[in-house]
């Protein structure tokens, strides 16, 4: 079983938010408040295995509290709920541990279940490396795509961020998969994150254009160190997909 603190300064929210997590049969809710100050005893306390926080909080704010976890305690995932949306918010998060950031309004339920998500993937990636004795690999190759993701401004709360980052980890260990995206690659990751394929599809066109909407072309180009796509010019799923991939596996982190 999980043991979860939730910090929240919405009282009806964190209310939410508490009651769907305790629904769950693998969840143990120890601790809920709103504020940061108290939260960080909470986490010393419990020592839980997930944190849901609010980047506003009394006391303490939600950074604070994620350099706390970070430093005491960097087994513990993080989830970050925030009304903010800027992109330098969302890296400042990545970069203290955050495993996923969303942004309000957003429905308690749809974060219990990503929260899920994460947890099981973690535990499918954790087998997998002790299998092979490399555990450091796995984590590198899921903190490559994150760090591409932040450079090029794919934002963590939208649907598409986890189904690309799936699909480049699933051509990292199968590139022949690349050829059959309508068939393999999308239904696959549908699969796994119980959606369909034609929905898969269009999360990752839209992450794409996110990112081209907000005109890093330099920061692309500066990543895969060539002037890849000038202008405007706009990648399909399939050859974005494969140009991160291929970097990767270049890199040696197939």
């Given at each position: 079983m999980?043991?979860?603190?939730?910090?929240?300064?919405?009282?009806?929210?964190?209310?939410?938010l508490s009651?769907?997590?305790?629904e769950?049969?693998?969840f143990?809710v120890?601790g809920?408040?709103?504020?940061g100050?108290?939260?960080?005893g909470?986490?010393?306390?419990?020592?839980?295995?997930?944190?849901?926080?609010?980047?506003?909080?009394?006391?303490e704010?939600?950074?604070?509290?994620?350099?706390?976890?970070?430093?005491?305690?960097?087994?513990?995932?993080?989830?970050?709920?925030?009304?903010?949306?800027?992109?330098?918010?969302?890296s400042?998060?990545?970069?203290?541990?955050?495993?996923?950031?969303?942004?309000k309004?957003?429905?308690?339920?749809t974060?219990?279940?990503?929260?899920?998500d994460?947890?099981?993937?973690?535990s499918?990636?954790?087998m997998?490396?002790?299998?092979?004795?490399?555990k450091?690999?796995?984590?590198?190759?899921?903190?490559k795509?994150s760090?591409?993701?932040?450079?090029?401004?794919?934002?963590p709360?939208?649907?598409?961020?986890?189904?690309?980052?799936e699909?480049?980890?699933m051509?990292?260990?199968?590139?022949s998969?690349?050829n059959?995206?309508?068939?393999?690659?999308?239904?696959?990751i549908?699969?796994?994150?119980k959606?369909t394929a034609?929905?898969?599809e269009r999360?990752?066109?839209?992450?794409i254009?996110?990112?081209?909407?907000r005109?890093?072309?330099?920061?692309?180009?500066?990543?895969?160190g060539?002037?890849?796509?000038?202008?405007?010019?706009?990648?399909?799923?399939?050859?974005?997909i494969?140009?991160?991939?291929d970097?990767?596996?270049f890199?040696?982190l197939?």
């Amino acid at each position: 079983m999980h043991k979860i603190v939730i910090l929240e300064s919405n009282e009806e929210f964190l209310g939410e938010l508490s009651k769907c997590f305790e629904e769950q049969a693998d969840f143990n809710v120890c601790g809920v408040s709103g504020s940061g100050s108290v939260g960080v005893g909470l986490i010393s306390q419990y020592k839980p295995d997930v944190v849901v926080l609010d980047t506003v909080l009394s006391g303490e704010d939600g950074f604070g509290v994620m350099k706390h976890v970070k430093e005491n305690l960097p087994s513990c995932s993080i989830f970050v709920v925030s009304g903010f949306t800027d992109d330098k918010l969302v890296s400042k998060a990545i970069a203290r541990g955050a495993k996923y950031y969303f942004v309000k309004p957003v429905a308690a339920s749809t974060i219990c279940d990503r929260v899920k998500d994460v947890l099981e993937e973690q535990s499918t990636e954790y087998m997998v490396a002790s299998q092979a004795r490399d555990k450091r690999r796995v984590n590198s190759l899921d903190e490559k795509i994150s760090n591409i993701f932040i450079s090029i401004g794919i934002p963590p709360h939208i649907m598409g961020y986890q189904y690309l980052r799936e699909g480049i980890k699933m051509t990292v260990a199968d590139p022949s998969i690349i050829n059959n995206v309508t068939k393999r690659l999308y239904p696959e990751i549908g699969e796994k994150y119980k959606t369909t394929a034609s929905k898969v599809e269009r999360a990752i066109r839209h992450a794409i254009e996110v990112a081209w909407n907000r005109g890093r072309i330099e920061a692309i180009n500066s990543i895969f160190g060539v002037r890849v796509y000038i202008g405007v010019e706009r990648p399909t799923n399939s050859e974005f997909i494969a140009l991160v991939a291929d970097k990767l596996i270049f890199e040696g982190l197939n």
